[in-house]
């Protein structure tokens, strides 16, 4: 279970820059928020602090009365697996913080300042990325019950590639050019045995 933020912590988060995510703190300070997943130190001196997209979501969230802890670490809806959480407002502004933070992360990280191509923590977390891109754009991921439809993001066993299925071609299609809008390089490809359809994605360099 995750530890709630202290109230110092929960200060500097709510502190933090408006338009950059810019923290500040003592070391301590933001060395915590750093391990704990909410905050990176810039690699370019000055090195300053900023908040990561589990950061940004935290201080978006609407607080919650007397002292309930934060909640968790946003994560993106891969699909499959388990049924599908419901979809409401609170986890639309979930999702719609945790895609705005990615991109000020990649105005932050890449040494271009571009916001339209992955950062390197996205080809570090390839499925999350690439899941995050397609919920925060709409597409509904799939639940339990392949027969449902919906996106699915896989492993595979190509470096810096993910895959992604979508049993409708249309919405395997429009799977494709949201990734390719979110800067990754998309194919399709069809599954020798199965014939079904399919996407690799990876994320653009350039």
Known sequence: MTRPLTAAQRRLVDA?????????????????????GLAFRHP???????????????REAEPEPGPAPVKGVFAA????????????????????????GMLELRRMTNTDGATDRPCGWERSHLVQAAALALEAAGHRPAGADAGDGGYRVRETPQPEAVAVHEPDDEALRACAATLEGAGWQ???????????RYLLASPRRV
């Open 16 to 36: 933090a820059d408006p338009g950059t995510g810019r923290l500040r703190g003592t070391p301590a300070q933001l060395a915590a928020l750093v391990k704990r």
């Open 186 to 196: 998309v194919g399709e490809y069809t599954e020798p045995r199965t014939r079904t």
């Open 44 to 58: 370019r001196p000055p090195h300053d602090h900023f908040l990561t997209p589990a950061g940004h979501r935290i």
């Open 77 to 100: 809806r891969t699909g499959g697996g388990h049924p599908a959480p419901e979809s409401g407002p609170a986890r639309l502004r979930e999702v719609h913080g945790a895609w705005q």
